[in-house]
């Protein structure tokens, strides 16, 4: 299921065609979404929009992708949005190290669309149903 339920997600990516791409696709789908290009940007607008979901390149300038998810968690706990690493580092150690890094998964660019909106439905559902245990049984 591919439903967005308005979900807010911060897409991180110093190639701009790359960010702008996602971004596109994702509004398209019901997404609230928002784009940084750099990762102070990134942590400024997550402290702010706080989104649900951050996707985040790992080859960023200045600030690399590793940084921003140590602020992210730092600064945005106990509720930082989920991590979703979008790289074009694939090896295993690549994964590895983002698993450790905080990220839930780890996207290789370019990514394929279908991949990313079921990569959101899956980080995003658990999410979906932990608010729905909150509300009063009738």
Same mark, same amino acid.
Do not use: F
């Given at each position: ?8 997600v ?6 701009h065609d790359?960010?702008?791409?996602m ?12 784009? &940084? ?5 990134a942590?400024?607008? &997550? $402290?702010?929009? $706080?989104p649900?979901?951050?996707l985040?390149?790992? &080859?960023?300038?200045?600030?690399d992708g ?5 602020a ?20 295993e150690?690549d ?6 890094a905080?990220f ?8 394929d669309?279908?991949?990313?909106l079921?990569?959101?439905a ?10 729905r245990a909150?509300l009063?049984?009738?």
């Open positions: 299921m591919r439903n967005a339920n308005g979900s807010k911060l897409v991180v990516d110093d190639c790359s960010a702008d791409s971004c596109w696709i994702l509004s398209t789908y019901g997404y609230q979404v928002e784009t &940084a290009y750099d990762g102070l940007t942590i400024g607008k &997550a $402290r702010l929009q $706080r649900d979901v951050v985040l390149d790992l &080859a960023l300038p200045e600030l590793y940084q921003v998810a140590k992210l968690r730092d600064q945005l706990a106990p509720h930082a949005p989920i991590l979703v690493a979008v790289t074009g580092y694939g090896r150690h994964k590895q190290r983002s698993a450790a905080g839930s998964h780890h996207l290789l660019k370019p990514v669309p279908a991949a990313l079921d990569t959101l899956k980080v995003l559902r658990p999410a979906r149903e932990d608010s909150l009063p049984t009738p």
